[in-house]
């Protein structure tokens, strides 16, 4: 099956700091990828949805600026929070579809992002 | 506005009973109907998906019912085990767009 990947699996950054998340598609070329972040017991939030080589587009009420996401190629996208804060503290959880298939998305096993 | 609403949000069910989580939907564009399973601290999994083009559809112990005309579609888990406890979240689709639930907690008691 479809595999994705996440790194770091889990940060701790300070506040202030930026932290960057990568997301890659193992076994398949992903034209479009998705970035959530998920708050404990809640489900998943969908902050942008990024299509390779163009611009993310983010979610209302995402801050873009604060939240950079990068597609660069048909494998590897990523997200890098910027001047992090403790609010910004949860689980992100990028997925990315197959550029050939259907509608599926493939879920990557998650970021848990902690900012002190 | 919740594009798909889910329940219930918890359920405890014994070994070898059968857990039915429900889900239903507003909009008549969506095409693709997902369920994945959530285990703590690990991203979701795919565990079964329908089209709106079939009824039922079955893999192993779990198995999507899908009522077109009531806008409403079921996970029904048959013969569930404590290794089935986990978050179970329905979704709906159209395109690029993508509607969680917001989700059930599992707990299958030995």
């Known amino acids: 099956g479809a595999v994705v990947s996440q790194h770091p699996s889990w940060v701790i950054c300070k506040s202030g700091t930026s932290v960057k998340i990568e997301c890659r598609s193992l076994d398949f070329q992903a034209t479009t990828m998705f970035w959530y972040r998920q708050f404990p017991k809640q489900s998943l939030m969908l902050m942008a949805t990024s299509n390779e080589g163009s611009k993310a587009t983010y979610e209302q009420g995402v801050e873009k600026d604060k939240f950079l996401i990068n597609h660069a190629s048909l494998t590897l996208s990523t997200l890098t929070v910027t001047s992090a804060h403790p609010e910004d503290s949860s689980f992100y959880i990028c997925?990315?579809?197959?550029?050939?298939?259907?509608?599926?998305?493939?879920f990557g096993p998650g970021t848990r992002l902690t900012v002190t | 506005q919740q594009q798909v609403k889910q329940s219930p949000q918890s359920l405890i069910v014994q070994k070898g009973g059968i857990s039915i989580i429900n889900c239903a939907y507003e909009?008549?564009?969506?095409?693709?109907f997902p369920w994945y399973q959530q285990f703590p601290g690990k991203g979701p999994a795919l565990l079964i998906a329908?089209?709106?083009?079939?009824s039922e559809k079955k893999e192993g112990r779990f198995t999507i019912s899908f009522n077109k005309s009531a806008k409403q579609f079921s996970l029904h888990i048959m013969d569930s085990q404590p290794g089935d406890s986990a978050t179970y979240f329905c979704?709906?689709?159209?395109?690029?767009?993508?509607?969680f639930g917001t989700g059930t907690s599992l707990t299958v008691i030995p």
């Open positions: 909009n008549t564009a969506f095409d693709y």
């Open positions: 979704a709906a689709s159209t395109g690029n767009q993508f509607y």
């Open positions: 997925s990315a579809r197959e550029g050939s298939g259907p509608y599926e998305q493939y």
């Open positions: 329908i089209r709106p083009d079939v």
